[in-house]
Every structure is written in C-alpha cells, then in structure tokens.
C-alpha cells in the first residue's frame, strides 16, 4: 500500500474535556466537544499512523481505524496516556481541567436546612499531562494547544517553553466563530525557533489535515 507521511508512528491524541467529581451526583467540567481533537485523530489515521485517542466525555463517534481510550478525570487521563507509551507524536487537544475538589464525597453532600450561608469548595492542581509526557526520558515529538482570550502568541510561546514542546498551536477562543464547540477553527503554529504559520478559518476537519500534514513534515526533518 502507498506509503503515506505518518505510516509507521504511533499518535497519541488527548481530546474533550476532563470531570472531577465533587460527589456521586456532582462535577466541574469545561464546554470541550472534543471535535478538534477526533479530527486530528481522523487525520492522523488517514496519514497512516497507528492512533491512539485518549478521551473525556464527549458525544462524538470513533473514527476509522483508531484505538479509542474513554476516561473521566485529568488523572485518569495521563494513566492512561502514560498506558499508551511510548509513541512517537503526542497532541494534547484535551481540555484538562486545571483544579479537581480536593475530596469528592462519598456521599451525596447535603445543605444545612438551619442556615443560609454558602459553601467553599477546596481545589487542588491537577496533573499536567502534557507537560508530564513531554519531560520523559522517551519523550515524543510534543504537540499543545494554547486557547487563550487575550494576548494569544505570547501565552502561546511561554508555554512552549515551559511545557519543553515541540509545537504549539494557537487558538483564539474570544472570537465564537473558532471557540469552543464550533466547527470551525483558525490556528498559528509556534515552533521552537519562534517561527509561526497561520492557517486561516476554516473546518476542523481541514485543520486537522493541514496541522497533520504540518507535523509529518516536522517530525520527518528533525
Ligand atoms: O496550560 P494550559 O492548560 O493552557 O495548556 C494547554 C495545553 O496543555 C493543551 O495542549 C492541553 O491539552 C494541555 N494540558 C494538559 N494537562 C493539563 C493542562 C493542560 O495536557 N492539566
């Protein structure tokens, strides 16, 4: 069969957000879909890479020929990446919650029927996946994505660096035509030396194949 720029590379891929539960009926969670990341993983398969698409839940079908790993929470979500490894790509397309409750209840937490006052919730940080895989030994090629309202390529460089990544992929999410849930994205791609490329809006879909083809291209040259 034709040999096609990712034939031979396993690609990991984070998608959707995480859940922290607070108790047996509660949790905090973000408005991912998780469509950038299933078409990254759709892309990735065409390519020829062996796919591994470790997601959160989201209402979204698998594609073709990818192996699909559901998980809930941000830590089960880097055990389960950790479980993938060693691959030769990783894109962090997930929204991982930042902060998880500090205990989740066993119990159904209940309000004081004698009293009007609020509550405080403890957070804690969670771990940082991508950030975890990309500082191993066996590193892969490392691939985020920084979603960011306001001083966008400048957020998007620090946490190149400080992430130790490969490439970063710039999303704007102020703008609600390439935001969250949208089928539409627009991205700038940092790399190492600073160097961006832009890929105007357009689907998903076609992102997806512009960014792969983009990091085929990279991979191959280093
Ligand atoms: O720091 P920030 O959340 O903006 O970084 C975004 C990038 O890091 C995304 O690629 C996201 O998937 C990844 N990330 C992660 N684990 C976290 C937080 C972010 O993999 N706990």
Redesign the pocket.
Known sequence: FAHQALTGKHVLI?AGPTREDIDPVRYITNHSSGKMGFSLAEAAAEAGAQVTLVCGPVHLPTPDRVKRVDVTS?RDMLAACEAAMPCDVLI?????A?YRPEVSAAQKMKKDPNSADGMTLKLIR??????TIANRNDRPFSV????ETENLLAYATA?LRD?NLDLIVANDVANAAIGFNSDDNAITIIDRQQQQTSFPQTSKGKIARQLIDFIATHINKV
């Open positions: 984070t941000a962090a397309a997930a929204a991982v930042d969670n771990p940082d996946i991508l950030a985020g994505f920084a979603a946490k992430k």
